[in-house]
């Protein structure tokens, strides 16, 4: 039944008068005294939600962990001193012996990118093999703390002039440079780098060697060679191809040794001389 037509009607039908009177002075107060209606379902979560949000961080305000995770961190000590960063070191030429560091300690923290690639540079993530005892090495990514000590090192080897370095001593140095580009003798330690291509090269093509004994032609190439330092006992000798001495020679101290190889000679041999170079 419709609500908007109910009511008590008359004989004739028709709503009674004072019936009707009093039916809308009823509704008027209860229009009156009635309370407001209460919001609309839709009304309501729409200013919760706003609340809820705004109390909630976004996701982009949550630090990741690659924001917050510190480096491998090391200790360095220097003839004796060991302070907070290495970099220190730089400006105690004066007071320390800086030829020769270490990494002492491992601080902590997690290896960064640079970190890693110094250490693969380096070969530190090659098994290292005991020569004492057969036993082998895991590779350990905080070895990279060799690299620190290294770059405290202002007097260290790699910074001697002219310094040929082994093919592995190259791969260290190098390594170095990329955890301290700012090394105070970085440009001497780059020409050593420079240099050892330039030996590595020499001593491929047969033109400087040490000592040992080597096929002329087929190993080292005829010439003159001398020794760049000193001579203290050094021996050397040209053969034929039976073994016969064609020359030889002991210095027990000299200042420049030298030596003339012929194509005719088989082989040459030297000892306690040290290197080879043509002049």
């Given at each position: 039944?419709?609500l908007r037509h109910r009511g008590?009607?008359?004989?004739?039908?028709?709503?009674?008068?004072?019936?009707?009177?009093?039916?809308?002075?009823?509704?008027?107060?209860?229009?009156?005294?009635?309370?407001?209606?209460?919001?609309?379902?839709?009304?309501?979560?729409?200013?919760?939600?706003?609340?809820?949000?705004?109390?909630?961080?976004?996701?982009?305000?949550?630090?990741?962990?690659?924001?917050?995770?510190?480096?491998?961190?090391?200790?360095?000590?220097?003839?004796?001193?060991?302070?907070?960063?290495?970099?220190?070191?730089?400006?105690?030429?004066?007071?320390?012996?800086?030829?020769?560091?270490?990494?002492?300690?491992?601080?902590?923290?997690?290896?960064?990118?640079?970190?890693?690639?110094?250490?693969?540079?380096?070969?530190?993530?090659?098994?290292?093999?005991?020569?004492?005892?057969?036993?082998?090495?895991?590779?350990?990514?905080?070895?990279?703390?060799?690299?620190?000590?290294?770059?405290?090192?202002?007097?260290?080897?790699?910074?001697?002039?002219?310094?040929?370095?082994?093919?592995?001593?190259?791969?260290?140095?190098?390594?170095?440079?990329?955890?301290?580009?700012?090394?105070?003798?970085?440009?001497?330690?780059?020409?050593?780098?420079?240099?050892?291509?330039?030996?590595?090269?020499?001593?491929?093509?047969?033109?400087?060697?040490?000592?040992?004994?080597?096929?002329?032609?087929?190993?080292?190439?005829?010439?003159?060679?001398?020794?760049?330092?000193?001579?203290?006992?050094?021996?050397?000798?040209?053969?034929?191809?039976k073994g016969n001495i064609l020359?030889?020679?002991?210095?027990?101290?000299?200042?420049?040794?030298?030596?003339?190889?012929?194509?005719?000679?088989?082989?040459?041999?030297?000892?306690?001389?040290?290197?080879?170079?043509?002049?």
């Open positions: 039944m419709n008590t009607q008359t004989a004739s039908g028709q709503p009674s008068r004072v019936f009707g009177a009093a039916l809308s002075a009823a509704v008027l107060l209860v229009g009156r005294s009635s309370p407001s209606p209460a919001p609309s379902a839709a009304e309501a979560p729409t200013t919760v939600s706003a609340r809820t949000t705004s109390a909630t961080p976004s996701a982009s305000s949550t630090p990741s962990p690659a924001e917050t995770a510190q480096p491998l961190t090391f200790t360095v000590e220097c003839d004796g001193t060991e302070p907070d960063d290495y970099h220190e070191f730089w400006s105690l030429t004066k007071e320390l012996d800086l030829s020769l560091c270490e990494d002492v300690d491992n601080n902590g923290g997690e290896p960064t990118a640079m970190q890693e690639a110094a250490w693969k540079r380096a070969g530190y993530d090659q098994l290292d093999e005991d020569d004492d005892f057969g036993d082998e090495d895991e590779p350990d990514i905080t070895d990279v703390g060799a690299l620190y000590s290294l770059c405290a090192e202002v007097e260290g080897y790699y910074t001697k002039k002219n310094n040929a370095l082994s093919a592995e001593q190259a791969k260290e140095a190098a390594a170095m440079l990329m955890v301290c580009p700012d090394f105070p003798k970085a440009k001497q330690v780059r020409a050593n780098l420079g240099y050892s291509t330039k030996v590595d090269r020499e001593i491929r093509d047969g033109v400087r060697f040490f000592d040992g004994t080597y096929r002329v032609v087929k190993q080292i190439k005829p010439g003159t060679y001398f020794i760049p330092k000193t001579a203290d006992d050094c021996y050397w000798e040209r053969l034929d191809r020359a030889n020679n002991l210095i027990h101290e000299g200042t420049r040794v030298e030596v003339r190889i012929w194509p005719s000679d088989y082989s040459f041999h030297a000892e306690g001389c040290g290197e080879w170079r043509r002049p």
